[in-house]
């Protein structure tokens, strides 16, 4: 059901805000830059992690040097849980005969891991949602191709096995797992991918309200809260190796998306207190950059910082390889932390971040403003001021009103690029070292064309802007991004899995969104146009494959992605999240072909 203040059509929805906005007299301001220093002299602060956590670090040296680098995946030593003490473990680790370059037998410490250690995906347990059922009432109903809906109810399928819950073995000793105890059940992505990710979580709750899937989606929704309770913000993934950073902030949208499906108001009374608890996070300390224009004028914007200087422990060793030739210990701990915050943007990697686009240790991704971060933090304000408002808090509804105004205008005056028609991320000059204020220059947006350049187009203030939609669209059009089976993210072929050819779910569900809520003839033609081709290659991929995958190849219809520093991914959350979302807003005509 829909709840009375939000008819169906999403559009509505969003218009609500504009009428709160008009409730109010805003100042209108214009900005540039000033921001915590995030140099290589001055070390930024670290969250420490649990013991465990080293002790995994060294295994996962031991089996690297043991088992080489053919099918070598870092992450499934993290991923172990203890079956003893972690002291009477690490002594027996220390005991195991290695040679000088630190490998083992493999035979030896093939039986050190099955004597010492639960497999990696142990410590949770399959769990079949409730509100599961094989074909829900009402379930897609403009897909009208048998063949293409017979397909959706495999994609719907999907969520049993994909839904987990904690093992009883990481409540009764968490400190046992990398594992957290998350108090309600989950859906993850996929593969390797055993356990929450922030921002996919986004993707599979609009899958799963597509399916009908209430309580399951509120479920997501409170294990992210519960991150939030205990950390005050939340993690990139629920595992203790995680801590150091989040992933770009979608809960708010996570909670709106459920309340406008369910009408539930006490949800969202319950959810406010987090959001705004999370929007504090992202707007103060490391991640508060000041912008400053030519006319002394200020706002606050955002940027991605990890709370880290070590490699990833759940990628020690690919990392610790990139930073071998570095020799100068703050420099390398600068590096580690541009790796970590990379990561905490969700694209991780890609030339978008790089300094020097051949050079993976020229990461800087806290030197930069990203469009996208920003945009999404706006939405957060949205959501907030709305959600504030149903829930009867006049004050915070005034409050994040003002807050969104005052980032719309900031993102307008530092990201907006008028001759391209496109949001450009901004670099921060080599003044930050210093926290000095630098005035805004133009020469300091990235002129190279990526998906996120796009992604305002998902907000309201942008794609109510019908001028704007227009400019913006026949910008993407021309920008080299659109291709046979969707958007591509950049339009560098570097490797790097957030780069050319690769296209994601999250990035065409963005922006096919935006252009088909703007009202503008050419741009929904645009939107179906890229929702067809993306719906079209995920079917082919899995007739062809069987599965769905993390990430597809959109130059060729039917292809799966690849690159960067592990296999392609199978399952796939936020992939099923997002066909299931365009097949219920595009549907399927019986007599449009299906195949590539």
Not at 3 to 25: C, D, E, V
Not at 386 to 396: E, M, P, R, S, Y
Not at 454 to 461: G, R
């Amino acid at each position: 059901m829909t709840g009375s203040m939000f008819p169906s059509h999403s559009h509505s929805s969003f218009s609500l805000f504009s009428s709160l906005l008009l409730s109010l007299l805003l100042p209108t301001m214009t900005f540039t830059t000033k921001a915590s220093p995030a140099c290589t002299s001055e070390p930024g602060p670290v969250k420490p992690t649990i013991p465990l956590v080293a002790l995994f670090d060294r295994l996962q040296e031991t089996a690297l040097a043991t088992f080489g680098k053919t099918n070598f995946d870092p992450k499934f030593y993290v991923d172990l849980s203890l079956k003893f003490e972690l002291s009477k473990t690490q002594t027996a680790f220390d005991q195991l005969p290695k040679s000088a370059n630190g490998s083992a037998s493999v035979k030896d410490l093939k039986e050190f891991i099955a004597e010492y250690f639960e497999d990696a995906g142990e410590d949770m347990v399959l769990a079949e949602p409730e509100d599961f059922v094989p074909e829900p009432e009402g379930f897609l109903p403009k897909v009208k191709n048998p063949e293409v809906r017979a397909w959706a109810l495999e994609v719907h399928l999907l969520w049993k096995n994909l839904s987990r819950k904690v093992s009883d073995g990481v409540h009764k000793r968490p400190e046992f797992h990398t594992l957290l105890p998350l108090p309600q059940q989950f859906v993850i992505p996929g593969s390797r991918f055993r356990e929450v990710y922030y921002w996919d979580s986004y993707w599979v709750i609009r899958g799963l309200l597509a399916s009908k899937m209430y309580d399951t989606a509120k479920a997501v929704v409170s294990n992210l809260i519960y991150l939030i309770e205990e950390y005050g913000y939340v993690l990139n993934g629920a595992r203790a190796y995680y801590t150091n950073r989040s992933q770009p902030p979608l809960l708010s949208a996570m909670v709106f998306e459920v309340y406008k499906r369910t009408g539930d108001v006490e949800f969202a009374r319950k959810s406010l207190p987090a959001l705004i608890k999370e929007h504090e996070f992202w707007n103060s300390g490391i991640h508060k950059v000041t912008v400053q224009d030519a006319q002394a004028q200020k706002h606050t914007l955002s940027r991605y910082y990890a709370m880290w200087n070590k490699p990833r422990p759940e990628s020690s060793t690919i990392d610790k390889e990139f930073a071998s030739n570095i020799s100068n210990v703050y420099e390398k701990q600068h590096f580690y932390r541009e790796v970590a915050s990379a990561a905490e943007s969700g694209w991780d990697f890609s030339t978008r971040w790089m300094r020097n686009h051949s050079d993976f240790t020229t990461l800087a991704t806290t030197s930069i403003l990203p469009v996208d971060l920003n945009v999404f933090i706006l939405r957060m304000e949205h959501d907030i001021a709305l959600l504030a408002k149903v829930t009867g808090d006049c004050n915070i509804a005034e409050r994040f009103l003002k807050a969104s105004e005052a980032r719309h205008e900031a993102i307008k005056t530092v990201f907006w690029n008028a001759e391209k028609g496109q949001w450009l991320d901004y670099w921060l000059g080599n003044s930050t070292c210093n926290a000095e204020a630098q005035t805004w220059e133009a020469c300091n947006q990235n002129q190279n064309v990526f998906a996120s350049n796009f992604v305002p187009l998902w907000i309201e203030p942008f794609f109510s802007d019908a001028s704007l939609v227009e400019k913006v669209t026949r910008s993407l059009q021309s920008s080299g991004l659109l291709c046979d089976a969707g958007i591509a993210t950049s339009l560098t072929k570097s490797g790097e899995q957030w780069d050319f050819p690769n296209g994601w779910a999250p990035i065409q569900h963005m922006i096919v969104e935006g252009l088909s809520r703007s009202g503008l003839k050419e741009a929904k033609l645009v939107a179906e146009d890229i929702a067809v081709r993306w719906i079209r290659t995920n079917y082919v991929a899995y007739k062809k494959t069987g599965t769905m995958h993390e990430k597809y190849d959109v130059e060729k219809c039917g292809a799966f992605g690849g690159g960067g520093e592990y296999i392609p991914q199978t399952g796939f959350g936020w992939s099923n999240g997002v066909v299931l979302a365009f097949l219920e807003e595009f549907g399927w005509p019986q007599d449009r072909r299906i195949n590539c």
